[in-house]
């Protein structure tokens, strides 16, 4: 079953529109990245999700069922745009929070102490908000967003303004949380995390869905013939060694042996690389290079642009 | 406990738990008393002389003394004025010209149908003070009393309480007879009710606004919708700050309740028994008084108990309800529209504009109450919570035009909820640029 399926969204605002036609499937368990660029549509369609508006056509399913105003509790949700009440006290404020999901009193008290005590904030639960530093109040709004153990995690932005150490101890969580069956969407142009903890995504760009899938397959896919070369040599001999075909991208010198990056010319093949560069220098390895999902991103993105002009 | 009763409960205990709060609810009183002493203290500050001339066509409180022949009151002591008030008793009405023509300044003219009616009238050259056509009354009713008195053998205190007689005075120009003067008293308390809901209303209604701003600008909005309905949202801030309200008033009409009763135990326990007032009463002598009828002596507190309270008081909730729905959703819709308070501005004048409109209309409407004005602006929505607190303590509203003015008020109100509803939504999402009115326009048309 998947977590999540978004089928045709169209959502149009007053002066503009900010999902056009996208459908995305999240797998149950996935941690799936919603990826794109500023004003692209991400929080639009994270808003229909969570119901704060509603889609002008399309569908949402939820865990295979039509979305509807009990998977409130079902889904935790962190938006980009988080903040706390400055006046009110931590535990007060973390037991209203959990109520309004629809926890019951004594229910989210349990639970917030265990919270409490596993990131080790139990003595700030009479502290008022504006006490706290940034790092803090985030540690709260964390607890705050998972408590009521939603199914179906929804972080946008997440890591932009913690801190190192709390974005280190959020992906640990979240990892874990995902260990425990939760599925996770996490919307972000922070490409760095993508493809650490992301096994699924979904690039929006323009109100459009321009690429979704598995991460490596999606690497894969745009991998280009680009191979990596360890060599003991000299750089001259290797370059000589490659005729017109061969791409040298860029070449690299380690302690005892050097590095190239060659692109293959149209209907050439390893072998062909192999054979050219084998009796110049003695190679050491060879690994296919595949695309960083930054570079995958920006040429999408990019190609895309073209398209439309 | 349901969701919007969660937000009800934390919007009125955030708030209530304030130091803010608990001051102004100590202080109020003390300032409304302030307010009010001050009022009286203008109103009947008066050193000018009077010469009344009583006319008693049915020699109620007179009779002929057959030794001068002239005609003397029967109860010297009551009318025995002092060294700016003096009666002078007569049995005839003279003509208009020939009391503007006299020394007399003031002219009381009444019938045996006093009793009944209980309805005197005073005839002036210049308005009297509230203090002279007080002590005026005051003497009236005492006299009153003692007729009733002579016509009953046996009386106890029950039947003492039941004479005491409460009247009023109809005050005529006697150079322009229609116009019948206002009831200076009652606007004094209807000015203090129009100034209590004016700022109940603003006060209130911009700690909506204030709220509203406060989770835009900390970024907790979205959290929080996403596990509620905006409108729920809304409503209960505005429900929970209206009773945070509601809780102040109350407090201050207990308070007011605890110290009369208080002050009057005190005054009584210090020599009144019902025995002694009702022999007194008989024997025509100094009489001892209760608390209430003490304060009726009193200069200027005679209004505070002749006014019918607990009308006034419901009146006052229901306005307050409706005038703080009506404009708490105003406020709640530029909370929402901007964000933060400096760019309020802009917004804030057309609302302000209605409001300090409405409170100067009410001023005017004191001296005429059933003008013109204070009738058209009694049905407008905008103003008629403000305006209606002057005119129900001068008895100017029929129960008519009581239950359509609130018909409308409640109608505008629920129908201002639901347009702030849908600004609320869209607007509390939107950060930047402060949006024009024809963006806010389109976010009352757009459905979500």
Known sequence: MNALEANHITKTYANHIALDDVSITVPEGAVFGLLGPNGAGKTSLIRIINQITGPDSGEIKLFGEKLQAKHISTIGYLPEERGLYKKMKVGEQALYLAQLKGMSKREAKAKLDEWFERFEISAWWNKKVEELSKGMAQKIQFVTTVLHEPKLLILDEPFSGFDPINVELIRSELMRLRDQGASIILSTHNMGSVEEICDHIALINKSKKVLEGGVSEIREAHARQEYEIRYKGTAIAFANALWTNFELLSQGQEKESQSAVVRLGDKMKLNDLLRAVVDHVELLDVNRKLPSMNDIFIQTVTQNEVGHE | MSKIGLVIGREYSSRVRKKSFIIMTILGPLLFAGIIAAAIWVSVADNSEHEVLVVDYAGMLSYVNPESGRIEPSYPEIFKGDENLFFHFTDKLPSDSAFINSPYTLMLEFDDSILAAKKAHLYYKDLPSAQVSMRITGALENGIERVKVR??????????????????????????????????????????????????????????????????????????????????????????????????????????????????????????????????????????????????????????????????????FIYFIGGYLLYGSLFASIGAAVDSETDTQQFLMPVMLPLFFSYFVAIMSVSNPEGFAAKLFSFIPLSSPIIMMIRTPLNSTSVWELLISVAILFATAVFFVWLAGRIYRTGILMYGKKPSYREIWKWIKFNS
């Not at chain 2, 429900?239 to 407090?251: D, E, N, P």
């Not at chain 2, 210090?270 to 209430?292: H, K, N, W, Y």
């Open chain 2, 151 to 316: 016509e009953n053998d046996q009386i106890d205190y029950s039947t003492y309480k039941r004479l005491k007689t409460s009247l009023s005075l109809a005050k005529f120009d006697i150079n322009n007879k229609e116009d019948a003067s206002m009831d200076q008293e009652k606007g004094i308390v209807g000015m203090m009710l129009a100034v209590i809901i004016f700022f109940f209303i603003f006060l209130y209604g911009s700690q909506v606004m204030r709220g509203v701003i406060e989770e835009k600008s900390n970024r907790i909005v979205e959290v929080i919708v996403s596990s509620i309905k905006p409108f729920q949202l809304m409503m209960g801030k505005i429900i929970g700050i209206g009773l945070v309200g509601l809780t102040q008033f109350l407090i201050w009409i207990l308070f007011s309740i605890l110290i009369f009763t208080a002050a009057g135990m005190i005054f009584e326990s210090g020599g009144f028994d019902s025995v002694a007032a009702v022999d007194g009463l008989r024997s025509g002598g100094q009489t001892p008084i209760d608390f209430e009828t003490f304060l009726q002596q009193q200069d200027g507190f005679s209004l505070l108990v002749s006014i019918n309270w607990p009308l006034i008081l419901f009146m006052f």
